[in-house]
């Protein structure tokens, strides 16, 4: 079970209590508190658009009662940092990343969908991004925190120095003594940047089993998509040539609880490759379109690719199936 506000605020006093810290420092700590136990929303981000606007739109009102569940969205993650970080008198404001808004107290002013990231005020017109739905699988993984001290193209926000964060990040003991201590130096080892070809480097990503116990730990099948999507942009990004790799999510209509998957699809030609997580080895299964192909009929799974339309090349009608030629059990597939 989550650990509700109460709790939360409970282990973030007494590490605070416990040491001099800045302001900036006490969010840090909230954030990494609150982003080791909880989630990104799979109902909401493997569901359609029109899911989306009205759970997004439900989340707009105070209902304080999600901030308790394990799998938030960027608005109950916001306002839980903000009441938590209002125990320690610290205010929070929400910046909308589309509209540019900035609010003190409610969303309803804000783009429906946009994403909301929590700000820390430091003058009248500067802030600090404090984005804790954007780090929940960094944090859990123990990567950098890329949406932490960042400006990203906007005028009321102001970059942290590397030295800065860095120190931050050892007062809140995320680190001990430097950088090399994040999870991102591994990886950069495991990915050759010089060499172009795509398939071998993904393919060193998918079976590489140091990776794969870091992605073990994360409790959403949205995380596990954002930890290997940011993995993977670090040498390929989808172009016009014919070499493309698809990160996809499948919701199933017939599984009540671990109802979601996690897969990769590479494609060159007339080369088609299929990976899907496998939550109960920690392990990306390799599959045979056809295989592939019978999970989503028997599963009655419909697939989904943030901004791709990779969906409409498994969503198609099912030449030639398998009847029941898959070695694993279906169910290990999905998760929460």
């Known amino acids: 079970m989550a650990k509700s506000e109460k709790k939360l605020y409970k282990i973030i006093k007494q590490k605070i209590n416990d040491n001099n810290y800045t302001d900036l420092e006490k969010i840090a700590c909230m954030i990494f508190v609150i ?33 308790n569940r394990n799998q938030i969205i960027c608005i109950s993650a916001a306002r839980l940092l903000k009441n938590i970080a209002k125990k ?28 909301i990231i929590p700000v820390y005020k430091i003058s009248d017109k500067h802030y600090i991004s404090v984005d804790l739905e954007r780090n929940l699988d960094n944090i859990q ?56 070809n795509l398939n071998e480097n993904l393919k060193k ?26 993995i993977i942009n670090e040498f390929h990004e989808n172009n016009n040539s014919k070499e493309k790799i698809y990160l996809f999510g499948g919701r199933s209509k017939c599984i009540a609880v671990n109802k979601y998957c996690f897969g990769i699809y590479y494609t060159k030609e007339k080369i088609d490759e299929i990976w899907l997580w496998n939550h109960k080895n920690n392990c990306f299964i390799s599959l045979s379109r056809k295989e592939f192909e019978y999970i989503i009929r028997k599963r009655k799974v419909s697939i989904v690719c943030p901004k791709e339309n990779v969906g409409n090349i498994f969503n198609s009608k099912y030449n030639n199936v398998l009847k029941n030629n898959v070695s694993y059990k279906l169910s290990d597939f999905f998760m929460k």
Do not use: P
């Open 88 to 115: 320690f008198n610290i205010d929070i404001y929400y910046l909308g990343a589309i509209s540019g808004i900035l609010s003190y107290d409610n969303f309803s002013d804000f783009t429906n969908g946009e994403h």
């Open 205 to 230: 990503i998918i079976y590489d089993n140091k990776i794969a116990d870091r992605a073990a730990k994360l409790n959403s099948s949205v995380d596990i998509y954002r930890f290997y999507k940011k």
């Open 35 to 67: 982003g080791m136990n909880r989630s990104f929303s799979s109902k909401f981000h493997w569901n359609t658009e029109k899911y989306k606007i009205r759970f997004y739109e439900k989340y707009r009102k105070k209902r304080f009662g999600e901030l």
């Open 141 to 196: 993984t123990h990567k950098k925190w890329f949406n932490f001290g960042r400006k990203d193209d906007k005028k009321c926000l102001i970059n942290l120095t590397n030295k800065q964060l860095t120190e931050i990040m050892k007062k809140i003991r995320y680190i001990k003594k430097n950088r090399n201590e994040y999870f991102d130096v591994y990886i950069s080892k495991v990915i050759d940047k010089f060499r172009n």
